[in-house]
């Protein structure tokens, strides 16, 4: 499942994943909090990284600045 529809907008479980990850926070607690599968929120994870609206440290993942205006937006 995509995290981002063909006209470039966020999905809403994109939007609850950005929404989540001010800071960082592994795919365990984004699952958690969010009620997302945790192997949807593997993969929307990668989808969200390869857009650059995530990055990952030390196996956790925060929003970028594009990933908070991208959710703002």
Do not use: Q
């Not at 365990?28 to 593997?42: A, C, D, M, W």
């Amino acid at each position: 499942m995509s995290c981002i529809t063909p006209d470039g907008k966020l999905t809403e479980s994109a939007k609850k994943i950005l929404g989540v990850t001010k800071d960082l926070t592994t795919p365990e607690e984004i699952s958690k909090v969010t009620g997302i599968p945790l192997f949807r929120v593997r993969s929307s994870l990668r989808e969200l990284g390869d857009a650059g609206l995530l990055e990952k440290i030390n196996g956790k993942f925060r929003r970028t600045v594009s990933g908070e205006e991208k959710l703002k937006g």
